[in-house]
T-cell receptor
Framework: GDSVTQMEGPVTLSEEAFLTINCTYT??????LFWYVQYPGEGLQLLLK?????DKGSNKGFEATYRKETTSFHLEKGSVQVSDSAVYFC?????????????FGAGTRLFVKA | EAGVVQSPRYKIIEKKQPVAFWCNPI?????LYWYLQNLGQGPELLIR????????DSQLPKDRFSAERLKGVDSTLKIQPAELGDSAVYLC??????????FGPGTRLLVL
């Protein structure tokens, strides 16, 4: 079945360091791909998305490129801030569910130290 | 625009007791989701509503869980009786376009 695998955390970085959180997926066809972020005590928020191969989603300095050949959607940011400390979820929306059943990865917790 | 509202935020009960969670979605969002999030895991869908109709409840444990969305707006998720393994965060989300979901802050349940 469809699934999402993301790197285990926690990831601990110093402020201004480069961030990569790996995400790979298994799905038939061309699902839509997402990154959601969950700040402490809050619900998940959509960070960025991409709906077809080679699309790049970007928001708040974060980027991720939909790579069909490697079935990946890695999240990157050039310079992290303390305020980026949160849990990041990679997710996919399979085409064969009528666009309704989003599948989430287990999440990767990021700590950014000042 | 107000976000998805959930209450209560925290609930502690003893096993075998009933518990209910309430969700008010963003105005105009016809699709409403209830998710279960275990510690260290991503959300897992329990049930999805289109207006007042439950169109996907295949993951809802129907022996003890029930849900309703009577007027196609707010929704209630109930557990009766609660078990120790039900301790988790229960998330509600809503959507207008079936792709982008907006999540509430969740209800953290602890069953003792």
């Amino acid at each position: 079945g469809d699934s999402v695998t993301q790197m285990e955390g926690p990831v601990t970085l110093s402020e201004e360091a480069f961030l990569t959180i790996n995400c790979t997926y298994t799905a038939t066809g061309y699902p839509s791909l997402f990154w959601y972020v969950q700040y402490p005590g809050e619900g998940l928020q959509l960070l960025l998305k991409a709906t077809k191969a080679d699309d790049k989603g970007s928001n708040k300095g974060f980027e991720a490129t939909y790579r069909k050949e490697t079935t990946s959607f890695h999240l990157e940011k050039g310079s992290v801030q303390v305020s980026d400390s949160a849990v990041y979820f990679c997710a996919l929306l399979p085409l064969n569910t009528g666009g309704f059943k989003t599948i989430f990865g287990a999440g990767t917790r990021l700590f950014v130290k000042a | 625009e107000a976000g998805v509202v959930q209450s209560p935020r925290y609930k502690i009960i003893e096993k075998k007791q009933p518990v209910a969670f309430w969700c008010n979605p963003i105005s105009g969002h016809n699709t409403l989701y209830w998710y279960l999030q275990n510690l260290g895991q991503g959300p897992e869908l329990l049930i999805r509503y289109e207006n007042e109709e439950a169109v996907d409840d295949s993951q809802l444990p129907k022996d003890r869980f029930s849900a309703e969305r009577l007027k196609g707006v707010d929704s209630t998720l109930k557990i009766q009786p609660a078990e120790l393994g039900d301790s988790a965060v229960y998330l509600c989300a809503s959507s207008r376009d079936k792709e982008t979901q907006y999540f509430g802050p969740g209800t953290r349940l602890l069953v003792l």
